[in-house]
């Protein structure tokens, strides 16, 4: 399956969602791009899912895309078991107004409930 390429290098983009997951973990809601944050939600959910077996082998795949041990154990302890009983789903985008100095469609990525 093709995916965005966002004008970006593939290393560039990888470390790009990787910070922004980061970021979304540790805030649980992001302003980004709406291509962006199209981009993130199946990297986010995934995340998520690996997240809900919480067993070693799913904490190293974790810290594999995201590099912060403070926010992998908030992701662990705090933001998977939330979803336990949810069979995926985890995040929903809303479309916000278009950026001021290039008319980008902005959106907001965050965790439903």
């Known amino acids: 399956m093709a995916r965005r390429k ?5 290393a560039h983009r990888k470390a790009m969602l990787s910070n922004m997951a980061t ?7 992001i302003e980004t791009t709406l291509p962006k944050a199209k981009e993130l939600r199946p990297v986010v959910e995934k995340l998520i899912t690996t997240a809900r077996t919480n067993d070693l082998h799913a904490r190293r795949k974790v810290l594999r895309v995201v590099k912060d041990k ?3 154990q908030r992701l662990f302890d705090e933001i998977a078991p939330r979803f336990a009983d949810r069979p995926g789903g985890y995040t929903r985008i809303l479309k ?6 290039d008319g980008a469609e902005l959106a907001v990525i965050e965790l439903v409930e």
């Open 23 to 29: 970021d979304f973990f540790r805030y649980e809601r």
């Open 96 to 101: 916000l107004y278009p950026r001021r100095g």
């Open 70 to 72: 403070e926010v992998v």
């Open 6 to 10: 966002l004008g970006k290098t593939s």
